[in-house]
């Protein structure tokens, strides 16, 4: 994973939830049970908080968990072992998190051979790793929120951002209610509850766990299908202050004997017609909702001839399939399915194998 995807990690916007899907659920009959601190809320109640939620700082520790059966994956971009980014697929993670505006956010993976930072103050950001004793600099535009050069890495980085993702699903295909109220980092919270209509779909529902006072997410989880009683997947705080940082937490200044180098954000290059068509066009859906299949160029030892050995290994072993629709190689998990063709083709969705090889006929 590259610095500038790694810079994309620092947007930190209260979740925007559209308002027709507001709408649609905000007459639901399903009621959180109430405990006695906190009152019922409809399903429709916590979608509205939510998208007004709106906080001027916070900081705190977040723990997040992937039991998604993935194969071993590759080490790609800055850092190795679990503090490489890469490595939030898999396993158990710790992050440090830090933020006091648009323009002042921190956020540091950590494990016990290093620690990645990401970290942007004003019009500059910068990517640190210990392991590789590297920092990149960046320099953004000065009115720049960071929406567009910072947006969002690894979608479920964070709370927010993982409930950010879960949100955007929400669509008549989406049956949502909610659950008992929980405490999350020693804060009382509601459980909203997002399950696919359409049962072909691998996840069986996403748990977003509201702050009773904020109405920022503290936790997410997802559980697959067929995934047992645990989730595949989760991300929260386990411990969370709204305070704003001090102003320190956002000055970096490389440790002595770091390698300093200066990076470009691709969002200040501005594509062409032509390359702007061809992006679009590169891509295609298949399916609707929770069962969207994308397909997309497969990606090449050319794309990154640094990490391209790394790739080929990982793809190679994977498991062969073929069928009418040609052939090539499958990855699976209870999450997610992948299957790269051997005509250069990535489809991947949220869905079982069968559906990809539909969408790849």
Known sequence: MTAPSQLRLLRWGAPVVAAAAVAAVASGVFTAQANPSLPARTAGQLLVDLQGASVDGLSGTVVQDSDLGLPQLPQVGNGGGSSSLTSLLTGSHTLRVWYAGEDKQRVAL????????????????????????????????????????????????????????????????????????????????????????????????????????????????????????????????????????????????????????????PAHQTPSAGEAKRARESVRTVGSGWTTVAVLPAPTATDNDRDGGALGTFLDQLPRVSGSWGSGRLMTSALVSALVTDDGRLIVGLVPPELLYAAAR
Do not use: C
């Open 110 to 265: 950590l494990d016990s051979l290093g620690e990645t930072d990401v970290v942007r103050n004003g019009t500059t950001a910068w990517v640190w790793s210990s392991q590789s004793n590297s920092a990149t600099r960046f320099t953004i535009p000065a009115g720049k929120a960071g929406k567009d050069e910072a947006d969002t890495l690894p979608p479920g980085v964070t709370p927010q951002q993982a409930a950010d993702a879960a949100l955007k699903a929400l669509d008549p295909t989406t049956k949502v209610s909610t659950s008992s109220t929980t405490s999350v980092a020693g804060r009382s919270a509601y459980e909203l509850v997002l399950a696919p209509k359409d049962t072909r779909a691998l996840v069986g529902q996403v748990r977003l766990a509201v702050d009773a006072e904020t109405s920022v997410p503290l936790r997410v989880q997802v559980f697959g299908k067929n995934s047992g009683n645990g989730p595949a997947f989760s991300v929260g705080f386990s411990s969370v202050s709204f305070e704003v940082p001090s102003a320190a937490q956002f000055q970096f200044n490389p440790p002595p004997n770091v390698k300093v180098t200066e990076g470009m954000l």
